[in-house]
């Protein structure tokens, strides 16, 4: 079965714009968590969907704000870019909330954020 | 708060050695234990995930085993290829937080 998409794969933007990802889980799965990866910082929780609820929120400014549809499918928008959100952002799926869910997480491949 | 270290940072070894990653946590109270690989530019590959019940998993020729109340958990591969080459980051789920907390990873060179 295809795996977890995300799109688009890379993009570019400058400080004070706003931008919206896009992911797709994979069929079946209801969970979907987003993380922010940076050489810096490593990879941090953004926030974690099921059901069309957010079950959890990590440490990151309001700037940072998700949704997740009732296909399951998510996007994740961030206004008032700053350069310090230049990142990977990866996503991933999974049967049901973790820890619940016995599974592993399933990543795509990420989003590249740039922030000029 | 839930600190996860990886160590070493890079590490680098022929072809054939069998070697042994490390990662340690400083809160025992987790769910369970993960370990991923990052090829460059890409996303992660769940390798092995552990319950905080269970001591080791095993596929293949990875080996990970968890000590929660020494707070570490090691993953041992065998005969290495070049192709195990990647970044592997090992991730907690903790109960005080109630979410994933990543290591800094190890970035892995096999030498052919």
């Known amino acids: ?116 | 708060k839930q600190e996860v270290t990886q160590i070493p940072a890079a590490l680098s070894v022929p072809e054939g050695e069998n070697l042994v990653l490390n990662c340690s946590f400083t809160d025992s109270a987790i769910y369970n234990l993960q370990w991923f690989r990052q090829d460059p530019g890409k996303g992660l590959t769940s390798l092995l995930l552990i319950q905080s019940s269970q001591r080791e998993q095993t596929s293949g020729r990875l080996n990970a085993s968890l000590d929660k109340s020494s707070g570490r958990s090691t993953l041992y591969i065998a005969a290495s290829q070049p192709g195990d080459s990647a970044t592997y980051l090992c991730a907690v789920f903790d109960f005080g937080n109630e979410k994933l907390t990543f290591g800094t990873g190890t970035r892995l060179t096999i030498i052919p």
């Open chain 1, 1 to 116: 079965k295809a795996g977890v998409t995300q799109t688009p794969r890379y993009l570019i933007k400058t400080r004070g714009q706003q931008v919206t990802l896009s992911c797709s889980p994979i069929s079946g799965h209801r969970s979907v968590s987003w993380y922010q990866q940076t050489p810096g910082q490593g990879l941090q929780f953004l926030f974690e969907y099921f059901s069309e609820t957010q079950r959890n929120k990590g440490n990151f400014p309001g700037r940072f704000s998700g949704r997740q549809f009732s296909n399951s499918r998510s996007e994740m928008n961030v206004s008032t870019l700053e350069l310090g959100d230049s990142a990977l952002y990866l996503c991933a799926s999974s049967l049901a909330p973790i820890p619940l869910s016995t599974d592993t997480q399933y990543f795509g491949p990420g989003t590249r954020l740039t922030v000029l």
